[in-house]
């Protein structure tokens, strides 16, 4: 259903709706929240691809309604300018239910336009999209002689829903590789004074021989199949690589209608994704049938209510939940020869995954209350919510060492751009860069190698292997008055006031450099 924001006015999109901007301003500055509470990406919420990333996965059998408000939004909707308010389905008196199953393939599609340039079959699709929903009221026997078999039949509710998405696809990947004359030393560039190819032997030319381990990794990458690189000594590998993923959505919503002036609700809902192959985040297997990573999120929220009418005309709302998500990148365990990294130049897609582990855990919790009053021409509402957010990334990052290969200064380049006999007829700068590139790539020349260390505590000092690990916790504060004011007929004036207080970021455990009064 978040969908439909992108279909409103003033909504711009790039590619998808959550990358999607309302009215030019900052992600930071929408607000979604589904039966009252914020399931936002937190994290990434003012990122230019995160402005519309409702993480909680809302469906269609789990949204009984849907409302977005692009500008002007009342007092009473606060922590964005921007809203989009998604809302449980509620049982009813009668049962109700429906079952459902979406069934699509790639039988009848024509190939991609770039599937067909690239000379690759076209990619398959098969998805699965199935589940139900049943609402109606909650019927519990009741025990003794006399009086109805059931009791609370008109007062407790329920709705429930499941819901599947199997989807197997692919996703067209393009890759560096070396030419196979490249693979032997072999360097063709254009001569500088005619124009003319002039092919060398950068080993030969050198006295070099190929590294062995260097070696190995060329045997796992397959020749060139496409174009890409300078389409000479370096070209394109391109294929279909798995992209599917499954999903799994389950939640309820139960009533409880006590009395005309007490009403109580509770709903619960969770979402789990499986991406064996991170295609999306380019994480995924550098070549057909090598490991690479995916990724595996998992969502569950929650919200409690109670809604007070003393009398006719006021009405109270105090309500309680929570949104937790666990987002995992995570693969096949690679053994890293002598436990090292290797960064390849001339934009060579390196067989070896180098990406390492990485997530980030969320927690939202809220606490809110909204009242309202009618008097006479006034509708008067005032309330105000408490937000706790707590954000967990963590990243193994730099962990396991990492070398760089080309020539620096302790290790000097053997080739000269000026040398004739090594390069007849004159070289282009960026053509011996290449050459150079490829020579140390060969040969296993290394320039400099990083390592990242990471601290653990206040006192651990830096630890050998540990990751990047932050607790970011920050606080929202709000507070709001409105006022509608029906002063004729055909004329209402809206007045409102709200007053929100952000609390600077704070790390929990005290190993975060932060400015003086956190960040802003």
Do not use: C
Request: charged share 15%; net charge neutral; hydrophobic share 35%.
């Amino acid at each position: 259903p978040v969908q439909l924001a992108a279909l409103q006015a003033g909504v711009a999109t790039n590619t998808t709706t959550r990358n999607a901007n309302v009215n030019g301003m900052r992600g930071s500055y929408n607000n979604i929240t589904w039966d009252g509470i914020n399931i936002q990406e937190n994290y990434l919420r003012g990122n230019a691809s995160s402005g519309l990333f409702a993480q909680a996965a809302p469906s269609v059998a789990g949204v009984g309604e849907f409302t977005i408000t692009t500008q002007n939004a009342s007092a009473a909707d606060g922590t964005g300018a921007a809203q989009v308010k998604i809302i449980t389905p509620r049982g009813s008196n009668e049962y109700h239910g429906s079952l459902f199953e979406f069934w699509r393939n790639s039988a009848l599609n024509a190939n991609t336009f770039f599937n067909n340039a690239a000379g690759q079959p076209k990619p398959y699709l098969n998805q699965h999209q199935f589940g139900g929903n049943v609402g109606g009221p909650f019927a519990l026997p009741r025990f003794g002689e006399g009086g109805d078999v059931f009791t609370q039949k008109e007062k407790l509710f329920f709705y429930t829903y499941y819901e599947e998405t199997r989807e197997a696809q692919q996703t067209l990947l393009t890759r560096t590789v070396l030419a196979s004359p490249a693979r032997a030393g072999n360097f063709t560039y254009r001569r500088v004074d005619n124009g003319q190819l002039q092919t060398i032997n950068v080993l030969n030319l050198t006295g070099r021989t190929i590294d062995p381990r260097i070696n190995r990794l060329i045997g796992q990458t397959p020749l060139p199949n496409d174009l890409a690189g300078d389409r000479i000594n370096t070209n394109g590998f391109s294929f279909n690589s798995p992209s599917g993923s499954n999903e799994k959505l389950f939640g309820f919503r139960i009533n409880y209608d006590y009395s005309q002036e007490n009403r109580f609700e509770v709903v619960y809902s969770r979402d789990s994704i499986a991406v064996p192959n991170d295609t999306f985040n380019n994480t995924g297997e550098p070549f057909p049938g090598l490991p690479g990573k995916g990724q595996f999120p998992k969502r569950t929220r929650g919200a409690a209510a109670w809604n007070w009418a003393p009398t006719q005309t006021i009405t109270n709302e105090l309500r309680a939940g929570y949104y937790h998500q666990r987002s995992l990148f995570i693969g096949e365990e690679i053994e890293y020869e002598g436990n090292t990294r290797l960064a390849f130049p001339l934009n060579l897609t390196n067989p070896v995954q180098n990406s390492l582990t990485s997530g980030r855990n969320g927690k939202i919790h809220e606490l809110i209350d909204n009242a309202s009053w009618v008097r006479g021409d006034h509708l008067f509402r005032f309330g105000g919510n408490y937000r706790k957010t707590h954000l967990e990334p963590f990243n193994f990052a730099g962990t396991i060492p990492q070398y760089s290969i080309g020539f620096g200064t302790n290790n000097p380049n053997p080739l000269s751009a000026t040398n004739l006999a090594q390069f007849p007829g004159r070289i282009s700068t960026i053509e011996f860069n290449n050459a150079s590139n490829l020579l140390a790539f060969l040969s296993g020349a290394v320039f400099q190698g990083t390592q990242t260390f990471n601290v653990t505590s206040a006192t651990s000092g830096f630890v050998k292997g540990a990751e990047q690990r932050r607790n970011l916790i920050f606080d929202l504060y709000a507070a709001y008055v409105t006022d509608t004011w029906r002063v004729r007929p055909n004329l209402t004036l809206n007045l409102g006031l709200r007053y929100e207080y952000i609390s600077p970021v704070r790390e929990r455990d005290g190993i975060g450099l932060l400015p003086v009064g956190g960040l802003e």
